[in-house]
T-cell receptor, first 116, second 112 residues
Framework: ETGVTQTPRHLVMGMTNKKSLKCEQH?????MYWYKQSAKKPLELMFV???????ENNSVPSRFSPECPNSSHLFLHLHTLQPEDSALYLC???????????????FGSGTRLTVV | QQQVKQSPQSLIVQKGGISIINCAYE??????FPWYQQFPGKGPALLIA?????SEKKEGRFTISFNKSAKQFSLHIMDSQPGDSATYFC???????????FGKGTRLSVIA
């Protein structure tokens, strides 16, 4: 384990469902991120939180709603998703946003989401 | 607009050979260039990084070559091994607190 834990590992949901992805880190990092990883596309940054405050929202549809209740936990709430939202959702944390510090960004293993 | 362009998309190399992955960027404000390695079922992990004040950085079998004038940087894996088979992402970031931007990734397969 890298120190960033994501649950669940796999999720299948219908387009009318509501579900949440969870991310947890106890590395003492100040920043947390949600990335979307789709085949043949760059890692897409979705949201950035720094010290529990959202600092970046990259034009993500409102059907994705992040929540950062404290510096160790990050959630991604999902509702009325579309099949094209099927992807691997990665959570990451870092000591600083620009480089990630000496260890870089620490990623979790991701949640493989399938929308049917 | 893709900020970091990575090639090739996939690469097959014989064991013991040299793997070369290339990246190009346009934003001259970028001043930090890491490479991340991702194994199946895992998230990416930092492999090696370079800043533009040097033209090359080597860590074991992994070397980054950086060409500031051409706005290009590349990852060389010497004596490639089957255990190096993974997806490799180049990335870049600039001044201030802007997060990393990643390339599309290169799937490397090292065959015996």
């Amino acid at each position: 384990e890298t120190g960033v834990t994501q649950t669940p590992r796999h999720l299948v949901m219908g387009m009318t469902n509501k579900k949440s992805l969870k991310c947890e880190q106890h590395l003492g990092h100040n920043a947390m991120y949600w990335y979307k990883q789709s085949a043949k596309k760059p890692l897409e940054l979705m949201f950035v939180y720094s010290l529990e405050e959202r600092v970046e929202n990259n034009s993500v549809p409102s059907r994705f709603s992040p929540e950062c209740p404290n510096s160790s936990h990050l959630f991604l709430h999902l509702h009325t998703l579309q099949p094209e939202d099927s992807a691997l959702y990665l959570c990451a944390s870092s000591q600083d946003r620009r480089t990630g510090g000496i260890s870089g960004y620490t990623f979790g293993s991701g949640t493989r989401l399938t929308v049917v | 607009q893709q900020q970091v362009k990575q090639s090739p998309q996939s690469l097959i190399v014989q064991k013991g050979g040299i793997s070369i992955i290339n990246c190009a960027y346009e934003n001259t404000a970028f001043d930090y260039f890491p490479w991340y390695q991702q194994f199946p079922g895992k998230g990416p992990a930092l492999l090696i990084a370079i800043r533009p004040d040097v033209s090359e950085k080597k860590e074991g079998r992994f070397t980054i070559s950086f060409n500031k004038s051409a706005k290009q940087f590349s990852l060389h894996i010497m004596d490639s091994q089957p255990g190096d088979s993974a997806t490799y992402f180049c990335a870049a970031s600039g001044r201030g607190n802007t997060p990393l931007v990643f390339g599309k990734g290169t799937r490397l397969s090292v065959i015996a």
